[in-house]
């Protein structure tokens, strides 16, 4: 146990990357990067087609759902579904913002062989995946409250 412990550490205490695992966290860390960017484009483009067509699928849908004839209802609703996608863009750009930060400090960290970098990005990816879990744990308690209701 001391000889693997003497593999793994160095003279300070301090964990060695070697180039096997260095590879594997280059490869993740352009992963992570391609995977972030990837949210930003679809939320980007998920708000332009709302931009464009926002005002004819409020239309559609109040009309679709029956709730009156006046405009009020249309107009809330579109004031509705505007904070909703604002706030899920926020929720999104937020996120994947600590997927990316990953990504960069993984990726100049092992290029610059600097331990404090490459601590900072697993921090990053440890903020991001608390993010996903709280998000995760939101989606099941909606999903229950709603197979409870019908």
Not at 27 to 52: C, D, H, N, Q, R
């Amino acid at each position: 146990m001391d000889q693997l412990q003497d593999d793994f550490l160095s003279s300070e205490n301090e964990l060695r990357i070697d180039n096997e695992t260095s590879g594997y966290l280059i490869e993740t860390s352009k992963w992570a990067k391609f995977i972030a960017l990837a949210f930003y484009i679809v939320t980007g483009i998920v708000i332009m087609v709302f931009l464009f067509y926002g005002s004819d699928i409020s239309e559609t849908y109040t009309r679709r759902r029956s709730f009156g004839s006046g405009r009020d209802v249309e107009s809330a609703f579109f004031i509705g579904i505007v904070i909703a996608l604002i706030l899920i863009a926020v929720v999104v750009a937020v996120t994947y913002y600590f997927l990316l930060a990953f990504a960069n400090k993984m990726q100049a960290g092992i290029a610059t062989e600097n331990i404090e970098l490459v601590n900072n990005g697993l921090k990053s990816l440890k903020v991001h995946f608390i993010i996903i879990g709280i998000l995760m744990i939101i989606g099941i308690l909606v999903t229950l409250y709603n197979i409870s209701n019908t």
